[in-house]
Every structure is written in structure tokens, then in C-alpha cells.
């Protein structure tokens, strides 16, 4: 049985320094959880940085987006064996910022999850609904063509997770019901299933959308919740560590 996994997704925060003073104050926080996995995905800029600052300790390297290429003229791309030679060890892939502000289609993101498992990275697998494909009863269609299209071809489980992020719960304070949560989790499950058989019980299926040391505990033992994908509550050390410390805050 698989650890559960909790992931700080920075996006474009943090200059070095403040990647580093956060690292001062949340890995002795963090220090004795041996029972899940921490990951943090910061910017490139940082990524040695705080690579360098997390080495020997609990918490796994995480890259934000990776191009399908390893090499070539690709103008501020960085490829997948360049972040792997940094220490990385999962790759968030198809996230729903980069789907809608650096237009990446299916297609792309499959490209993207193949090139990162070529260099033996594992994958955070973004999948999700807009509000309006919820409000036109599309959640379920979109997931299953988001996860057929984007796993096309790929037959290694082992180097999967899915992030289940509602795209109108990310960052907006909206957070999904625990039921909405667990049928699109069961959904996302018997996919799988239908894809890798029984090897997909080794695919964890995280939650992403304003997670908070508040909400965390509800979302944490909501039924198939593997691990969650944490936007801004993972910028502030302290209240990331109640998140990955979940059965202790509030
Ligand atoms: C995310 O960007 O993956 C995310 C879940 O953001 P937030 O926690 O801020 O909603």
C-alpha cells in the first residue's frame, strides 16, 4: 500500500532567499513525518536551491512543468533530463494554469508525462472541469477524455498520480464538497482501472483546490483521497505543516 502524498505547488512565488527561509523554518516542523510523503515543486529558478537545501531530508524535489524535448532549439523550455539531473523526482504535468494560459492540449500533456517518465521521473497528472462544463452536467466526460487522451499509450501505473483539481475551486477560497470529491475520485478510480486493471491501484489520486490547514482533515479521510496538491497554504511554512500534519490541525 502506497504512502499518502502532499504537495506544495508554488507556482510563481518565492525568489531563492524566501524559498530558503521557508525550507529554515518547515523542515524541523516537518522533520518526524515518516508515515507520507512531502513533495515541494518550486520555480525553476529555485529548483537547485531548494534541491540542495532538502537533500537527506523528508521532502521530495517537485518541478511545476517539464517540455517533451531533452534538448534543442526550444527557447526558455527546460527538458526533462535537465530537471532530473537537478534531483527531481515528480513532475506536475497538465496543471490547469498551464492548460489555460499556455494553451497545452491533450495532446501535449501526453507528450509531456511520456518524456518525463522516459527519464524516470514520476508524474502529477492534473485532470479537471471548468465550472461551466460542471453546470452543463460535463465533469465526467471531460475526465474521462482529459484521462484517456492524456495516459494514451503510457503503460507504466507506477510512475502515475492524478491530481483531481476542479479548476473553479483553484484558488478561489470554493473548495469541492466531500462528496463531490469522492464521486470524482471513484470515477477517476474505475478509469484507471479500465486502463492498467489491477496494477492501477498503485496510481494515487490526489485532490487539488483550496486546501487549508482548516479544510485539510475533512478532505484527508474523505473515502479515495490519496494525498492532495496544495497551492497558496503551501507558501506559508507554518500552515503547510499543519496541512502535511493534517490529523492534528484544526
Ligand atoms: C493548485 O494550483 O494546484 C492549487 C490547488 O491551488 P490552490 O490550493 O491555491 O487552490
Redesign the pocket.
Known sequence: MFKKFIVA?W?MHKTIKEALLFLEQFIPLVKDVDDREIGIAPTFLCIESVGKAIKNTNIKLCAQNAFYKNEGAYTGEISPSMLKDCGVEYVIIG?SERRKYFFESDEIINKKIRACIKEEMKVIFCIGETLEERQNNKTFDILKSQIIMGLKDIDMPDFINIAY?PVW???TGVVATESQIKEAHIFIKEQIKNLYGDSADKIRVLY????TPENIKSIMTTENVDGV?????SLDALKFSKIVKYEKSI
Open positions: 505547488n507556482k496543471h483539481e475551486a483553484i484558488g487539488g483546490g483550496s486546501v496538491l496544495v497551492g497558496g497554504a
